[in-house]
Nanobody
Framework: QVQLVESGGGLVQPGESLTLTCVAS????????MGWFRQIPGAQRELVAG???????VYIESVTGRFTISRDNTKNTVTLQIASLKPEDTAVYYC????????WGQGTQVTVPS
């Protein structure tokens, strides 16, 4: 049974940093391209960062330079470090494979007040 459990969100001030962690189970994590998505109310989830099986990261333009994705295949975890947080980063953050077709977890809320 696929499980994705995200954690690490919270209320943070602009300019601060945060690390989100996703623990995965129930599928072949080592051979799966993983990603972090975010969703704001009323909008679709968007993929903001991905990491390939070969440990190569990719980012959407708007987060490049501030977001860092990494994975640990020994622990089945994928991590998203967010630096210099902005109010527009406020969202619920989820992990999934890059196609977003595994069962979704509950996500973790990140709130950055303006």
């Amino acid at each position: 049974q696929v499980q994705l459990v995200e954690s690490g969100g919270g209320l943070v001030q602009p300019g601060e940093s945060l690390t989100l962690t996703c623990v995965a189970s129930g599928f072949d994590f080592r051979h799966t391209n993983m990603g972090w998505f975010r969703q704001i109310p009323g909008a679709q989830r968007e993929l903001v960062a991905g990491i390939t099986q070969a440990d190569n990261p990719v980012y959407i333009e708007s987060v490049t330079g501030r977001f860092t994705i990494s994975r640990d295949n020994t622990k089945n975890t994928v991590t998203l470090q967010i630096a210099s947080l902005k109010p527009e980063d406020t969202a619920v953050y989820y992990c999934n494979n890059v196609r977003g077709n595994l069962n979704w977890g509950q996500g973790t809320q990140v709130t950055v007040p303006s």
